[in-house]
């Protein structure tokens, strides 16, 4: 067994039902396998989870997976070198529109109801309608400048030609995102669950597609930290993915994905019930109070067993963000060093990773046998 260099570690997780690998690690005692005592601390915002692990208050954190690059290029906020030694989940998001917004969609189109997934042209007749009128844009929100939700948000507008000129798109909080639907101050969002969930139930929402509708197998949340941190605690770093894959694996199975629900509803972490956090994790998309789900069997990956490369951050989903970053308009291909990819998504360290967790397999058959 390896032995970290460092064994209190604090995490910062986002309240989002992607977060479970973190919150099984902890629960199901994985990290306490590796010699780990995590403390993890939830954060309310994506820019202050960020913020907090380039000051130190933060030993690692689940992010965005365009966030490591952001945070390395200094996009948004000073130059930090952040790594990524594990991908935690692909797909995950949906777009959720305000009922009101679904009425005018209907009304506008002369429709008696909408087919799922839902196209975005048909909000161009809204969009019209309410230039005519001198009526304010439609406002969507994301949660984070740099992130998949926005970059999805953006392709799925663009199959219609619509432009970021034809609505405000805003930055806010995956747990803030039911309330400001609830209050019209946004008439729709891309977010992560449960929050399209909630909002479902609540009987303010359309989830009118997800994001796996939009890009199939994208990575959506990774392992961030400090460059720093890895250069001077390797072994910390490796029991901790090492940890954190085997909750992943552990999220394979159906019926642990129904004991997982039961853990992230828990106060300290999402404080959400068990019917808004289990569906998306049993591949099951709430689309309507008035309609019945859609099944989505990749709503959430964290794992597969026929499909190793998950988990591994590969450098071609690095480039690939970055190539996203590019058509948002939020980066030149001149302005990204070289090696910047290879420096920051690093399937070395995972590598190095998965022979411990074949070394411990083979002990413990020894042991057993």
Not at 42 to 62: I, P, V
Not at 96 to 113: G, P, R, Y
Not at 121 to 139: C, D, F, G, S, T
Not at 194 to 203: C, L, Q
Request: glycine share 6%; charged share 20%; aromatic share 8%.
């Amino acid at each position: 067994m390896i032995e970290p260099e460092q064994t209190e570690l604090t995490l910062g997780f986002i309240p989002l039902t992607d977060s479970a690998p973190l919150i099984v690690a902890k629960e199901m005692g994985f990290f306490s396998q590796w010699g780990l005592n995590v403390k993890l601390q939830k954060q309310n915002s994506w820019a202050t989870l960020r913020d907090k692990l380039h000051a130190g208050l933060l030993d690692a954190t689940q992010m965005l997976a365009p966030m490591p690059l952001a945070s390395s290029l200094g996009l948004g906020c000073a130059k930090v070198k952040v790594i990524t030694p594990l991908v935690l989940s692909l797909n995950g998001n949906a777009i959720t529109l305000s009922e009101k917004l679904h009425q005018e969609i209907l009304q506008e189109n002369n429709l008696a109801h909408v087919t799922l997934p839902l196209a975005a042209y048909l909000l161009e007749k809204v969009i019209n309608v309410r230039k005519k009128q001198n009526r304010p844009k439609l406002r969507f929100a994301t949660v984070f400048p740099y992130s998949c939700h926005y970059y999805q948000l953006r392709d799925w507008l663009a199959s219609a030609n619509i432009s970021e000129k034809d609505l405000d798109i805003l930055v806010v909080p995956p747990v803030n995102m039911v309330a400001f639907l609830q209050s019209g101050e946004i008439d729709g969002c891309c977010v992560g669950g449960p929050w399209n969930a909630k909002a479902v139930r609540a009987g303010i929402g359309l989830t009118a597609l997800t994001s796996f509708d939009i890009w199939q197998d994208s990575p959506e949340k990774v392992l961030g930290l400090l460059a720093s941190f890895q250069k001077s605690k390797p072994n910390t770093v490796i029991a901790l993915t090492a940890a954190l894959k085997q909750a992943c694996i552990w999220l394979e199975s159906i019926p642990n994905r129904f004991e997982a629900a039961r853990l992230l509803s828990s106060d300290q972490y999402l404080d959400a019930s068990v019917d808004v956090i289990a569906p998306s994790l049993i591949g099951s998309c709430l689309t309507h109070i008035s309609m019945p789900p859609r099944a989505i069997p990749s709503y959430n990956q964290f794992s597969k067993s026929s499909n190793g490369s998950i988990n591994t951050p590969e450098y071609i989903r690095g480039e690939w963000l970055i190539s996203q970053m590019v058509n948002a308009g939020q980066l030149k291909y001149v302005d990204v060093p070289t090696n910047l990819v290879k420096e920051v998504f690093r399937p070395d360290i995972y590598q190095q990773m998965r022979l411990k967790l074949e070394d411990q397999a083979v002990q413990f058959y020894r042991r057993s046998g």
